[in-house]
Nanobody
Framework: QLQLVESGGGLVQPGGSLRLSCAAS????????IAWFRQAPGKERERVSC????????YYADSVKGRFTISRDNAKNTVYLQMNSLKPEDTAVYYC????????????????WGQGTQVTVSS
């Protein structure tokens, strides 16, 4: 069974940090670009960051540049999102997703999705 599983979400104060993990089972991530999306209540799902198959190219939304870092460990079949200097507006459910294409902004281009992990930034 092909599956992506996110972990690492939680409640954190503004200015704090969290590291999200996205672990794949049933397939290898080597052949996939992996993106992190987030969706806040009442808003559309938006791409936050993406890493290409090789890890040589990375994308960040303007709202998270300089604060979030995406990385991948193909040996562990896992992708990470390090989130620093968190803000209340980062509150959302975070999803990882896999595509055979180059990093895409379109939800429909991703064939595999995790179940999501809640990130809440609040004092």
């Amino acid at each position: 069974q092909l599956q992506l599983v996110e972990s690492g979400g939680g409640l954190v104060q503004p200015g704090g940090s969290l590291r999200l993990s996205c672990a794949a089972s049933g397939f290898t991530l080597d052949y996939y670009s992996i993106a992190w999306f987030r969706q806040a209540p009442g808003k559309e799902r938006e791409r936050v960051s993406c890493t290409s198959r090789s890890g040589g190219s990375m994308y960040y939304a303007d709202s998270v540049k300089g604060r979030f870092t995406i990385s991948r460990d193909n040996a562990k079949n896992t992708v990470y999102l390090q989130m620093n200097s968190l803000k209340p507006e980062d509150t959302a459910v975070y999803y990882c997703a896999a595509t055979r294409l180059y990093c895409s902004a379109y939800v429909s281009n991703y064939g595999y999705w995790g179940q999501g992990t809640q990130v809440t930034v609040s004092s």
